[in-house]
């Protein structure tokens, strides 16, 4: 009983705070590579910015002219919006503007399907793939697109910023959680590649472009994923810039989370070759730590930490006081999620609760994938409006 208790405690610890303290002390001793040379301002790409839109019409407009308005040579950007599906007026308010091309099928089969669809169209050397709702900073695919001066780079992150908003303070947590990962894909992109790419807004060289499964859940990280597969690294640029609103409430964040931790779990099972270090490398580690445990093991050693506590209780302080610990943060997590449900905006608590609710949505989500009820077609989640 106790070892399995210190195995789930340091295997909590290992993954949410060793590996990222690790990943510093390492890149900081072990020599680092030349940089890596940054494309000019006279040599920057022609880009696709192929933004995908299912039912946008309250914001397409202003992704549109967000994008327009980016420091990026006009002659040198071309605009896709692929609207497969859509039913409201996205591809009526699309249609209106010239300097956007329009692919559209009333078909709909999913996000991946029309990634893949669209592909096929785009002739840029590199392509930039951004959601409806997100706003993109006006330097950011400048900036992006610098790193593609080393050959050897497949593909650049951009950074996720998720604007704080009273109207939802507990979703808004979700911004406290990206601040996180930020400072962990930076020490990820510094050992050797990023283990996926944010949805949001991320780029690849076009050529390293492979057709996504129309099933697949997740398919900024399938695509980035391939482009590893195929030698390349995928860089971080966190001056890359795109924000977004929070969820509109817990409820919408559990759908998107559920989504998240469904095609964790296919991404896994599809791609057990990324966790061979004789293929990989470092890399192999990373993804092992970063991705694989997250998905997988983690909700399983929070439950088995907490319960062999229980059965540890009679073997000395240590015990009482780590149990009592434990308690305190699932209770504070508990009423977390009680005033989240009263709209009382405490924010003592959110921490614990998203903690706890992130978990909670991973296995929701194995058992979503496992029954086969998480399909590519799905209703996304929704957020607050800009205004």
């Not at 992109?189 to 492979?210: C, D, N, P």
């Not at 695509?223 to 030698?231: A, F, N, S």
């Not at 896994?268 to 990324?274: A, K, M, S």
């Not at 909670?360 to 800009?386: D, E, H, I, P």
Request: with cysteine; charged share 20%.
């Amino acid at each position: 009983m106790e070892t399995i208790f210190w195995i789930s405690v340091l295997g909590l610890v290992a993954v949410y705070a060793g590996y990222g303290l690790m990943l510093a002390v390492i890149n900081k001793l072990v020599p680092q590579k030349p940089k890596h040379k940054l494309i000019t301002n006279d040599e920057l790409p022609a880009v696709a910015m192929l933004i995908a839109a299912y039912n946008e019409e309250d914001i397409i407009k202003a992704k549109i002219e967000n994008t327009l308005a980016l420091d990026y040579p006009a002659n040198k950007l071309k605009i896709y919006v692929v609207a497969d599906g859509s039913l409201d007026k996205t591809v009526q308010i699309v249609s209106g503007y010239e300097k956007v091309t329009l692919l559209y099928q009333s078909q709909r089969k999913g996000k991946s399907a029309a990634i893949t669809r669209a592909m096929q169209y785009i002739n840029e050397p590199v392509t930039a793939f951004t959601d409806a709702n997100v706003m993109l900073d006006k330097g950011a695919l400048r900036t992006l697109v610098k790193h593609y001066g080393d050959k050897l780079v497949g593909g650049v992150s951009g950074e996720k910023v998720v604007m704080a908003d009273e109207r939802a303070a507990a979703a808004s947590t979700e911004g406290l959680y990206w601040k996180y990962e930020s400072f962990l894909k930076k020490q990820d992109a510094k050992l050797s590649s990023l283990t996926g790419a944010a949805g949001e807004f991320f780029s690849i060289r076009t050529r390293l472009f492979r057709p996504v499964a129309e099933d697949t859940l997740l398919d900024d990280f399938e695509i980035t994923m391939q482009v590893i597969r195929q030698g390349y690294s995928i860089k971080y640029e966190p001056a890359a810039l795109a924000v977004e609103k929070p969820s509109a409430n817990i409820d919408e964040e559990y759908k998107r989370k559920v989504r998240i931790a469904a095609g964790g779990l296919q991404l896994i099972l599809r791609n057990p070759d990324f966790l061979n270090p004789l293929i990989y490398g470092a890399f192999s580690f990373q993804y092992l730590i970063h991705r694989v445990s997250r998905w997988t093991v983690t909700p399983v050693l929070l439950v088995l930490a907490f319960i062999t506590n229980i059965f540890l209780l009679q073997d000395g302080i240590a015990y009482d006081i780590l149990f009592g610990t434990q308690l305190l943060f699932h209770l504070a997590a508990l009423t977390g999620w009680y005033f989240n449900r009263r709209h009382l905006k405490i924010k003592a608590f959110h921490v614990p609760f998203y903690f706890d609710f992130m978990h909670y949505c991973v296995v929701m989500g194995w058992f979503k994938y496992l029954k086969g009820k998480q399909t590519a077609n799905w209703q996304k989640a929704t957020r607050l409006s800009y205004n």
